[in-house]
């Protein structure tokens, strides 16, 4: 039965590949079955599905919270609050809203069309692919799941091979709280992955790097399989000189330092003016002391990097600029502290790539002008924070630049919120989710349009050959005075 607790453990494709097999094949095919066969559109079927979810973020608390410890080094409130509830926050607005968001929308008529049902339909796409990163490896597989099993598809999630304890989890329990006839959990890196994106889906949900992103998009072409692309990049962080430098620092190094960094949304680096930045420094040195004490790598509330090959990535940028803050790194624990580096060039890695951990350089800007060009001299990125006392600077930062999000005077919590949509623009991503955005997103919207069957007479007006006066009437009833009648 759809939602409840099956016996016995999924297979899992891509696992244990054999060379010259294709290990994807016959789950994709097995998937594709069961939607064409229906079963997955009735809003019953679909709600059971989320019930599933539900049970299985509520079950499993436990072990979820042991795996994300053991890959991110995330504390059990930490998990709680970063992933834990965000997921239960998804699946209970959809589920409270999944009936309405499955209605028909009506559409706007006019003169020629007035005898006619107009409507939306929001249909299923069909066979969906949705492939998560490491870094939020809960929330960020769950969470596109959520609008994907709403708008009533068969999903394959492919997990990150990266966050190890949690893919484990997903891929060995979650499959047993849904119909495992309409989704698969299938498990591989970047090889794995790639054959994976030869097989034709009819949509694809991804969430990592841009460089990752350009493959999956090129692999999605072949098909032309519509894609949502959630990526990261370099998010700025400006700084006004008409500021409380404590309250800013605060909500900066909190922001900064949220899963070591770890956050493809998180302040990526600061923007201010000299004067400004010799009174954030000391402001940012008291946050972080406050935060995780005067040795962090004892706080509990600071994680790791997720893996060598990243330490060793961040290791080399804290040799980008001066170090003001933090600076030490210990490889045998993974640990690289809060950081903030000033004097750093643009030409330098710190700023060409996606930081990505505890480090934050400082910038020097004159003006807010300044600021402004840098950022628009610069890829759209997906979050860009201003923090000032004006008003009419945060509005002036929001009304000439671009990003996919936006925060004056905070952090990125615009996130817990399901009435925003969450999503890049340009290098950033495209497409958006969260709350009624991700039931849009995985949903075709079908125009209809239903005519009567009779009622030939007031069809005969369309067909030539056309008078004078037909053509005046038929003009006239296409044009915009009359678009607007329901
Ligand atoms: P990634 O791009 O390396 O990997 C993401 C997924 O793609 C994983 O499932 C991985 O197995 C797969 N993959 C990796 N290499 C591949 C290849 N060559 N071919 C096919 N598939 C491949 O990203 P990551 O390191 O897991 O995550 C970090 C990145 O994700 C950062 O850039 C971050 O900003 C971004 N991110 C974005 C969001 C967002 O919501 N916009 C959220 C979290 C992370």
Request: hydrophobic share 40%.
């Amino acid at each position: 039965m759809s939602g409840t607790k099956r016996p016995g453990s999924a297979k899992h494709p891509g696992s244990e590949s054999t060379p010259g097999m294709d290990p994807f094949a016959d789950t994709l095919q097995r998937l594709r079955e069961a939607f064409v066969s229906g079963r997955t559109r009735p809003a019953k079927f679909r709600a059971a599905q989320l019930k599933g979810l539900s049970l299985f973020l509520q079950e499993n608390k436990q072990l979820l919270q042991e795996a994300l410890a053991q890959d991110l080094y995330k504390t059990a409130f930490h998990s709680e609050v970063s992933e834990l509830i965000l997921c239960q926050n998804q699946v209970d607005f959809a589920l409270r809203n999944l009936h309405t968001w499955m209605k028909d929308e009506p559409g706007a008529k006019n003169l020629m069309t007035q005898l006619d049902s107009v409507f939306i339909r929001k249909e299923p796409f069909g066979l969906v692919l949705i492939l998560s990163p490491w870094n939020y490896p809960l929330n960020l597989s769950l969470g596109p799941l959520v609008g994907a099993l709403a708008a009533g598809n068969c999903v394959v999630l492919k997990p990150s091979e990266i966050s190890k304890s949690t893919m484990k989890v997903l891929a060995k329990v979650l499959p047993r709280y849904l119909d495992q006839s309409c989704f698969a959990v299938v498990l591989g890196g970047p090889e794995e992955t790639g054959r994976l994106l030869e097989h034709k889906f009819d949509y694809i949900f991804f969430t990592g790097s841009p460089r990752v992103g350009k493959i999956v998009m090129a692999a999605a072409a072949k098909h032309l399989t519509p894609v949502t692309l959630e990526l990261g990049g370099k998010n700025p962080c400006y700084v006004d000189d008409n500021c409380d430098p404590q309250t800013v620092a605060n909500r900066v190094a909190f922001f900064r330092c949220f899963n070591t960094g770890q956050t493809c949304v998180a302040p990526d680096y600061v923007l201010c003016s000299p004067e400004m930045q010799a009174q954030l420094v000391p402001a940012l040195q008291s946050a972080i002391t406050r935060f995780y004490g005067n040795d962090p790598q004892r706080s509990p509330d600071l994680g790791r990097i997720i893996s060598q090959k990243h330490f060793q990535r961040l290791r080399g940028l804290l040799s980008c600029g001066r170090v003001v803050i933090g600076g030490q790194s210990d490889e045998s624990d993974l640990y690289i502290a809060p950081t903030v580096l000033v004097d750093v060039k643009e030409t330098e890695p710190v700023m060409q790539e996606e930081i990505f951990g505890p480090i934050l350089p400082i910038v020097n800007v004159r003006s807010l002008d300044q600021a402004i060009d840098f950022i628009n001299r610069r890829e759209k990125p997906l979050a860009l924070y201003a923090f000032s006392n004006s008003s009419q600077a945060v509005k002036q930062m929001l009304d000439r630049t671009s990003s996919g999000n936006f925060a004056g005077n905070q952090g990125f919590t615009f996130l817990s919120l399901t009435s925003l949509p969450f999503g890049g623009v340009g290098q950033s991503g495209m497409g958006r989710y969260h709350g009624k955005f991700s039931f849009d997103t995985f949903s075709h919207h079908r125009a209809c349009l239903l005519s009567h069957p009779g009622l030939e007479m007031l069809n005969n007006i369309r067909y030539p050959p056309y008078s004078d006066f037909e053509q005046k009437l038929i003009t006239w009833a296409l044009g915009s005075h009359s678009c607007t009648l329901l």
